[in-house]
């Protein structure tokens, strides 16, 4: 597995890859965000982690410009605002994890996310349609009226987990540890965002994804 590190502090990058190595993974680093948007297309990582604070563009802009490649992303911040965790997220970040953090819990962090990245390619060969949605798991493209819809890699994870449990009621709480994949922080507007954001995507077929009032969301195709 290979992972790219992405942090303006030499100190810290030695550390992460020191405790990476030894835990059987292979690295690479980038000490600022425009040599992180090139080398993640070439180096092609099974997970990127990515400092919010670095020297020539901001983590969050990195972040949203590499989401075309469909790599997990953990966002390393030394702030603890609630608000700019959500922000990370909903740009579509996978885990975010505080500074200063202990080796321990970011390796673990690290597997988790790797895990929860497996296990949704068991599905990588099959091909979902719900009324005039078609849904390539392996390809992760969205077919809409035969028209390609191109969706974050989150937007995607949120359509095919809503598609695949048709009328199955979710609430935000459940949204967020399926796709995300970790416990409600306290916050649902990263989800009613993606919600939003799909919506607009879906066009006429918007009304698909229907609310139900103080739980959350599920989906029914009703032409």
């Not at 410009?65 to 970040?93: F, H, V, W």
């Not at 500074?99 to 949704?120: C, G, M």
């Not at 995507?201 to 195709?221: C, D, M, P, R, W």
């Amino acid at each position: 597995m290979k992972i790219l590190i992405v942090d303006d502090e030499q100190a810290i990058v030695d550390l992460i890859k020191i405790n990476l190595e030894m835990d059987g993974f292979h690295t690479d680093f980038c000490l600022c965000g425009l040599d992180a948007l090139d080398k993640a297309p070439k180096y092609i990582p099974d997970i990127i982690l990515l400092d919010v604070m670095l020297p020539d563009i901001s983590g969050y802009e990195v972040c949203k410009s590499l989401q075309y490649l469909n790599i997990p992303i953990i966002m390393l911040t030394a702030r603890n605002d609630i608000k700019d965790k959500l922000y990370g997220l909903e740009l579509g970040a996978d885990d975010y994890i505080t500074k200063p953090f202990d080796s321990r819990e970011l390796i673990a962090r690290v597997k988790t996310v790797l895990r929860r990245t497996n296990k949704n390619e068991i599905k990588e060969d099959d091909q979902l349609k719900i009324g005039p949605i078609l849904i390539s798991c392996k390809q992760r493209q969205v077919l809409i009226d035969n028209e390609e819809v191109i969706l974050t890699p989150k937007e995607f994870d949120l359509l095919l987990l809503l598609c695949d449990n048709p009328r199955k009621v979710f609430s935000r709480e459940n949204i967020l540890e399926a796709v995300w994949g970790f416990e409600f922080i306290g916050d649902s507007r990263t989800v009613d965002m993606h919600i939003q954001r799909l919506r607009r995507k879906l066009g006429i077929y918007n009304n698909f994804i229907k609310t139900v009032f103080s739980i959350g969301y599920k989906f029914e195709a009703t032409l």
